[in-house]
């Protein structure tokens, strides 16, 4: 399930994006969008005649928005022979799932933390004990890839709190400084499941914190809870 966590930034007009927001920026245009639905509901590879007469624009207008939508994601192109002669471009669907929200939310995160829960039950620990540890260790997981792509060395209280704000930004997590040696979570990416089931939700957010801080092996660095009404019930601040 790594797939679920790979958030890759590119930029679009200037400022630095995700994949979902370029799709959607790209989906934005009508002729686009209306090749894009045009191919998806198609059921096989379209040339770029077909997207074009689809939409009624030319052939050349039509490779650009088409390009456009490989760029973004949503399709991909290949060349397929189609009888005599030279082999066309072809358009389909690409494997992309758009899902945007703001703030940014990562039910999947969760989903996957509690899966890992179900499918390990053996009867010999609860399911909630599990979860809990599931959350750490995912955590953990995510602390020890940055640290291995920065190699900080020693981490101090502010450079840890840093690398910390780096991860949990990939997460869905807001986060700002709120002094140098505080890094307080506007938003939690659990948020909209922790009506339901508050103090798990909670617990499950800081084990997943906590995991996160001994990945990047940031000892200066603890979970506290937080007393700022709106924001996230966890705060990262300095361990002494």
């Known amino acids: 399930m790594a797939g679920l966590f790979a958030h890759d930034h590119g930029r679009y007009g200037g400022r630095v994006t995700t994949p979902a927001i370029r799709a959607v920026a790209a989906l934005a245009d009508e002729l ?3 090749m894009y639905e045009f191919i998806r509901s198609a059921g096989r590879p379209v040339t770029r005649d077909e997207a074009a ?3 009624g624009i030319s052939r050349k207008l039509a490779a650009f928005h088409l390009d456009k939508l490989v760029e973004a994601g949503l399709l991909r192109a290949s060349y397929r022979p189609m009888g005599v002669g030279r082999a066309p471009k072809v ?3 690409g494997e992309v799932d758009i899902r945007v929200s703001i703030p940014q939310r990562r039910p999947d995160l969760l989903a996957e933390i509690l899966l890992c829960a179900v499918v390990s039950e053996t009867g010999a620990e609860p399911a909630r004990a599990i979860a809990l540890r599931a959350a750490g260790e995912r955590g953990k997981q995510l602390g020890a890839a940055a640290r291995e792509r920065h190699r900080p060395g020693r981490l101090g209280v502010e450079r840890a709190l840093t690398m910390t704000e780096q991860v949990l930004a990939e997460q869905g997590f807001e ?9 307080r979570l506007r938003t939690c990416p659990f948020h909209p ?3 339901q089931a508050p103090a798990f939700v909670c617990q499950l957010n800081r084990t997943f914190l906590t995991g996160v801080l001994d990945g990047l092996r940031a000892g200066a660095v603890a979970t506290a809870p937080s007393t700022v009404a709106g924001n996230c019930c966890v ?3 300095s361990a002494e």
Not at 175 to 183: G, I, V
Request: proline content about 8%; aromatic content about 4%; glycine content about 8%.
């Open 175 to 183: 986060a700002s400084r709120a002094t140098p040696k505080c890094l």
């Open 32 to 34: 686009r969008g209306g």
């Open 53 to 55: 007469a689809a939409v």
């Open 193 to 195: 499941l922790a009506a």
């Open 235 to 237: 705060e990262l601040r």
């Open 91 to 93: 358009y389909e669907p």
